[in-house]
């Protein structure tokens, strides 16, 4: 059989379905890490050459690898250190007073507009923020409203006023999540949060 028939022949078989595979795409990247793996076996077996050639050079270029190497490692370790050892922002980062919205103020806008029911949730919120700013509770985004309710029954409050926001924040939450038709009890829900976030806001006792 002539070199034209064997590779005819090869062609043949190579074009069967079970070696689809063969000429394809993973075909080729394992012939390429295969050609890879064979340079780095020739450098290192020139490096042998070299090493009895050339010792000088040799060393040269084994010790250029190792401080490569070193600076790799250095590098990588002080990334590292001060990633796990970096400060917490900066209080001057965060957001200041000034650039909040005042509740107090748009739940009396509210108020005066007939909106009693968005005007209490204003003043909720409010509330929570100057019961944060006394350090009577911690606000963070997945902390709850019953989560706020349960560290106020044991916080240095007051069991009146604690009491009292307790159920205030239970009655605004009842009617914002439910039925928002006409409800004459939203006013006096209004007011008695108007009353509390009073009391937040005074010199605490």
């Known amino acids: ?58 060393w040269i270029i084994v010790l250029g690898i190792a401080a490569v190497c070193v600076a790799l490692i250095a590098h990588v370790t002080w990334t590292l250190w001060i990633a796990m050892t970096a400060p917490e922002p900066a209080v001057a980062n965060r957001i200041s007073d000034k650039d909040l919205p005042d509740l107090a103020r748009e739940a ?36 709850s409203n019953r989560w706020i309710r349960a560290a106020l029954a ?8 604690a009491g009292e926001i307790d159920t205030l924040i239970e009655r605004t939450e009842r009617r914002w999540f439910g039925d928002r038709a006409h409800d004459p009890e939203v006013a006096e829900i209004y007011a008695r949060w108007r009353a509390a976030f009073e009391q937040l806001s005074g010199p605490a006792r």
């Not at 909106?115 to 911690?138: G, V």
């Not at 044991?154 to 006023?161: K, N, R, T």
């Open 108 to 143: 009396e806008s509210l108020a005066q507009s007939g909106r009693y029911l968005d005007a209490a949730h204003r003043l909720m919120l409010a509330s929570f923020r100057a019961l944060a700013e006394r350090s009577l509770i911690e606000l963070r985004p997945d902390r």
């Open 1 to 58: 059989m002539s070199d034209a028939d064997v590779r005819a022949l090869a062609g043949r078989i190579l074009a069967r379905p079970e070696y689809i595979h063969a000429s394809g795409t993973q075909a080729k990247l394992e012939g390429s890490l295969y050609e890879f793996l064979e340079r780095i076996i020739r450098w290192f077996s020139r490096m042998e050459v070299l090493r009895d050639n050339s010792p000088i050079l040799y």
């Open 154 to 161: 044991g916080s240095a409050i007051g069991s009146g006023l």
